[in-house]
């Protein structure tokens, strides 16, 4: 069983001086595959000093410098495809196919950074005035479980960038994701004290980086109701905060668009990552004259989704990622009454003990 027992401070990696330890479960199997030490406070304070103290140089950095970071991480990243893809699928179960392209998106998030700072004004005019854009200083970063290492490439990327240092705080449900993710960081050659990287809970390292006065600014991707708690938190420092939270993203279909492609193509969207994405198409609203040829082509395409083996090419449905998730569909369906929700449309398949199910509704609203 893997151990994941290393967090990465001030360029090092470095044993967690907190000792609580996280299960972390095969959605697959529902068995236990590894253990990630949960840092604590002391950890973080020593990753935000470090920061800190980093900045004071890191601040200081030409763009051709940034550049240069950037196309390190990159080229770093991309030499840990194979591994990066290959966790994604077995930590959280996402389908092959959707696993890849998360990899690609994180490694694309350096290339593209790298090619945003070369042309940025950090000078310009304002007026008579001249504007310049300086970093603000140390960035606490939160990514959520279900694309780990997209998350925190998209949101260091920007931050380095910008000349600023980084505290991270990964989802302790993505252990493994993280660690290659610190590999690829220390085998960049990054600066020490530029990326700092601390394993634990929301309410633990989360809520000391909200707090913490030598943290500048925020940027955090999960739920609306942790959103509400950092937003609380940061306001009496006034650090600058960055909230991509959790909604229900309706998708509009016209009355004179082509339902045979756009009906399947919005539900897919809908299920994009086993529907466990944070812009997945969750309604779809259409003219009503149009409502049963709507529900007819979406019932179709729901049947025709594979559910199955994750490794399959052809798979678009895996198992819900953490035990938290498949508590609340429970529940969800439980409140859920017949009066409210007709079924449109069900496929289950079990994948070595792990249910899953996909299930397409219609829900019936007073006019």
């Keep these: 069983m893997n151990v994941y027992d290393k967090i ?56 051709e410098e940034r550049v240069e970071i950037l196309s390190r991480l990159h080229e770093s990243l991309s030499q840990r495809f194979d591994s990066l893809t290959e966790a994604t699928v077995t930590e959280y179960g996402a389908p092959i196919t959707v696993a890849k392209m998360l990899t690609q998106l994180a490694i694309n998030a350096f290339s593209h950074m790298k090619e945003t700072v070369e042309s940025y004004p950090f000078i310009r005019a304002a007026g008579t005035a001249k504007v310049r854009m ?17 998350h925190l490439a998209n949101k260091i990327a920007p931050s380095l960038a910008a000349g600023c240092t980084v505290v991270v705080k990964p989802s302790e ?24 990287i601390v394993n634990g809970k929301g309410e633990v390292v989360g809520e000391e980086l909200t707090r913490h006065p030598d943290v500048t600014g925020i940027t955090f991707t999960g739920s609306t109701a942790i959103g509400k708690r950092i937003a609380v938190g940061a306001a009496a420092n006034l650090k600058r905060v960055t909230l991509e939270l959790g909604g229900k993203s309706p998708t509009v279909i016209l009355d004179d668009a082509d339902f045979t492609k756009a009906v399947p193509l919005a539900v897919r969207a809908g299920f994009i990552n086993s529907g466990q994405a944070c812009l997945a198409g969750t309604r779809v609203l259409v003219p009503e004259k149009r409502l049963e040829e709507a529900k007819r082509l979406m019932a179709a395409t729901v049947e025709a989704l ?54 397409l509704s219609q829900r019936c609203f007073p006019m």
């Design 8 to 63: 990465y401070i001030d360029g090092q990696f470095v044993k967690p001086l907190g000792t609580e330890e996280l299960e972390l479960i095969n959605p697959v199997n529902k068995q236990v595959v590894s253990k990630v030490v949960l840092g604590n406070v002391e950890d973080t304070f020593k990753a935000i000093e470090a920061a800190k103290a980093a900045f004071k140089t890191y601040s200081k950095t030409s763009v």
């Design 134 to 150: 300086e970093p603000i200083g140390v960035v606490g970063v939160i990514t959520p479980w279900n694309a780990n290492a997209t």
């Design 173 to 196: 449900f993505s252990a493994a994701q993280t660690e290659l993710f610190m590999e690829a960081v220390h085998a960049a050659n990054i600066p020490a004290g530029v990326i700092n």
């Design 306 to 359: 594979k559910v199955g083996d994750l490794w399959n090419e052809a798979a678009v449905i895996g198992p819900m990622g953490i035990r938290s998730s498949s508590k609340e569909f429970s529940a969800i369906l439980t409140r859920r009454s017949k009066k409210e929700l007709k079924w449109l449309s069900a496929v289950q398949a079990v994948l070595k003990g792990s249910m899953t199910v996909t299930m």
